[in-house]
T-cell receptor, first 118, second 114 residues
Framework: GAGVSQSPSNKVTEKGKDVELRCDPI?????LYWYRQRLGQGLEFLIY????????KSGLPSDRFSAERTGESVSTLTIQRTQQEDSAVYLC????????????????FGPGTRLTVL | AQKITQTQPGMFVQEKEAVTLDCTYD???????LFWYKQPSSGEMIFLIY??????QNATEGRYSLNFQKARKSANLVISASQLGDSAMYFC???????????FGKGTMLLVSP
């Protein structure tokens, strides 16, 4: 089946504008994650959705960032009033279910959206 | 709090040789999982190998093995018989008990030369 897809692949925007990034997880995957990767850095967790539970928003850097997910399907990450420091690759991942600790549960990553804020 | 440290920003290896990429971690939880991902220049994250904190044996997946030293809190990735296609960024990550998300290190860039 298809993997995780993200759109757009590239987005260039002007400072102060709002942007929406889309993620289509693998069908049947109940857990969905958003990460941010700045140039030359590792991935930073942003937000996590698991089924119908309240999302874990603990990684969102400011109230300009928000995300929604419709059921167990598509998710959109919205950044309002973009700043130059928001420039990064935004990666989405999905897994069969959200588990913790030693439970093996591979996260499958999408190709990312490269956001450039001018 | 979880923390992953990868001290090697870059590594060079010749084709067909083995290479070890270092990873140390910090956690107070006895239950956790350790992961390695490969990120080629194309940008996708490719899962390589997993080690659970209670696993008795070191994980292996083909040419990849994880040298897990629990007392030292290290989880080094060993790639045997390097290939040109192994050139990429490599990230170590962990997940603590009670967390579903991964904490990543800053990565190591591996370059394999002919």
């Amino acid at each position: 089946g298809a993997g995780v897809s993200q759109s757009p692949s590239n987005k260039v925007t002007e400072k102060g504008k709002d942007v929406e990034l889309r993620c289509d997880p693998i069908s049947g995957h109940t857990a969905l994650y958003w990460y941010r990767q700045r140039l030359g850095q590792g991935l930073e967790f942003l937000i996590y959705f698991q089924g119908n539970s309240a999302p874990d928003k603990s990684g969102l850097p400011s109230d300009r960032f928000s995300a929604e997910r419709t059921g167990e399907s598509v998710s959109t990450l919205t950044i309002q009033r973009t700043q130059q420091e928001d420039s990064a690759v935004y990666l989405c991942a999905s897994s069969l279910e959200g588990t913790s600790g030693t439970s093996y549960n591979e996260q499958f990553f999408g190709p990312g959206t490269r956001l450039t804020v001018l | 709090a979880q923390k992953i440290t990868q001290t090697q920003p870059g590594m060079f290896v010749q084709e067909k040789e083995a290479v070890t990429l270092d990873c140390t971690y910090d956690t107070s939880d006895p239950s956790y999982g350790l992961f390695w991902y490969k990120q080629p220049s194309s940008g996708e994250m490719i899962f390589l190998i997993y080690q659970g904190s209670y696993d008795q044996q070191n994980a292996t997946e083909g040419r990849y093995s994880l040298n897990f030293q629990k007392a030292r809190k290290s989880a080094n990735l060993v790639i045997s018989a390097s290939q040109l296609g192994d050139s990429a960024m490599y990230f170590c990550a962990m997940r603590d008990e009670g967390y579903s998300t991964l904490t990543f290190g800053k990565g190591t860039m591996l370059l394999v030369s002919p």
